[in-house]
């Protein structure tokens, strides 16, 4: 299997995934270890902490390190672009699941932007927007490679690209 080596990722890229997304994860690791109750009415301002729960608090702020570290520590060591894919789609599948759960604990409010708290905003927003630009990421839209010169959108090729995209050689690497 042919290595696609990343020759430049926009600016844009790296702010969001080097810089924002590790901070945010980091900073919600800690809400969760120190106020998992702040943490809670984030999610559903209608579900009452439980202290004795407090172990699936503890493993949810350890998964937000792990996003953390493969974002800030994992992406930066590599200009492999079947790395990077790979982590962005563990991620994407992570949101993707996030969402459902917001939306099963938050049904009537999920859909209704106008309804949302700031504390919605920040997690569901986040949540839509990051997975947006994730989604173009691993289109190719604005990418760049050793292999071919910059990307630019266009419509006509955006589905096939998210097929090529998904294509197993393209994010699992090869052992």
């Known amino acids: 299997m042919a290595r696609t080596t990343l020759t430049h990722i926009p600016l844009a890229y790296r702010i969001l995934f080097l810089w924002f997304e590790p901070f945010a994860a980091f900073a919600g690791s800690f809400i969760i270890w120190f106020s998992p109750e702040m943490f ?3 999610m559903t301002p209608t579900a009452k902490f439980a202290p004795d729960n407090r172990v699936i608090y503890n493993q949810v702020a350890a998964t937000y390190t ?22 962005l789609i563990g991620i994407l599948i992570c949101d993707a699941l996030h969402l459902y759960a917001s939306w099963l604990a938050i049904p009537d409010v999920f859909w209704n932007p106008a309804a949302w708290r700031w504390e919605d905003w920040a997690n569901l927003g986040s949540l839509w927007g990051q997975g947006a630009v994730r989604i173009a990421f691993l289109m190719g839209v604005a990418a760049q490679s050793a292999n071919d010169g910059p990307k630019s959108v266009n419509v006509h090729n955006l589905r096939e690209r998210a097929l090529l995209s ?10």
């Open 66 to 87: 792990l996003f953390a570290y493969n974002e800030a520590i994992l992406l930066r060591a590599t200009n492999d672009l079947r790395v990077w894919r790979t982590v």
């Open 40 to 42: 809670l009415n984030t």
């Open 166 to 175: 998904l294509q197993a050689d393209a994010f699992i690497p090869s052992i």
